[in-house]
């Protein structure tokens, strides 16, 4: 954990030049981790995304839990899905019109169907406390080396890195091999470093799921998890 005293200040809010483009979709289920496969067909489907700075994708996680069914949490299993789910890129405002091709594709993830259907556009909320799921580390790094890691890189943004706590580890497999990850929430943000921070994420794989960042209801629950809408 890494923990600093706050100073008040009175920040001017910034106009966001990224957004979370949100379909409706249809996929009655898919791997719990799908990081590689769903990134694989996005990227089939969108040529330019790999290639977009700025662009990332937001893994489908579905619900912790309700009606006394739990969320598998092994890579294989299969993780049911609500006519609710959501596909959800994040990108930057001139690739809105490029994205719509989307809209009525079906993305072979895995062999599971995922239907993708309309798209609306949602802007980025300059909340307070921010978390992400899956942010890249090194799995032999202690913590302290890691948030040292994190500070430096959000100083790279401008943004102090007050208040910063790692959640759970984790791990996304690619055909060489998995990717290790650490959540991560960043507490005590000004508006404008809230959106700094969603815009650009931290680390790579944002094509993956890693790096990016969304708003956080209380410090309690990020050990648990954050839905993305």
């Known amino acids: 954990m890494w923990w600093q005293e706050e100073t008040k200040t009175t920040p001017t809010v910034m106009a966001s030049t990224v957004v979370d483009v949100v379909y409706d979709m249809n996929c009655p289920g898919l791997p719990v981790d799908h990081a590689y496969a769903l990134s694989q067909a996005i ?3 969108l040529p330019w995304f790999a290639q977009e700075p700025q662009a990332g994708l937001h893994l489908i996680h579905g619900g912790e839990s309700g009606h006394g069914w739990q969320r598998p949490n092994t890579p294989d299993s299969v993780l049911y899905l609500s006519r609710r789910t959501k596909l959800i890129l994040r990108l930057p405002q001139h690739r809105i019109t490029d994205a719509q091709t989307l809209t009525g594709l079906t993305l072979d993830i895995a062999n599971y169907p995922l239907q993708v259907g309309t798209a609306r556009t949602k802007v980025l909320k300059p909340m307070p406390v921010l978390f992400s ?11 302290e080396m890691f948030l040292q890691g994190i500070v430096a890189q959000l100083q790279q943004l401008n943004i102090p890195g007050r208040k910063i706590l790692c959640g759970k580890t984790s791990q996304l497999r690619i055909p060489d091999g998995e990717i290790f990850t650490r959540s991560l929430m960043v507490a005590a943000l000004t508006p404008p470093e809230s959106l700094t921070l969603q815009q650009h994420g931290l680390g790579d794989s944002k094509i993956m799921g890693c790096g990016l960042f969304v708003p956080q209801k209380d410090i309690k629950s990020v050990r648990q998890g954050s839905e993305t809408e």
Do not use: S
């Open 43 to 45: 990227q089939q489907a």
């Open 133 to 143: 799921r899956h942010l890249r580390a090194h799995r032999e790094e202690e913590e």
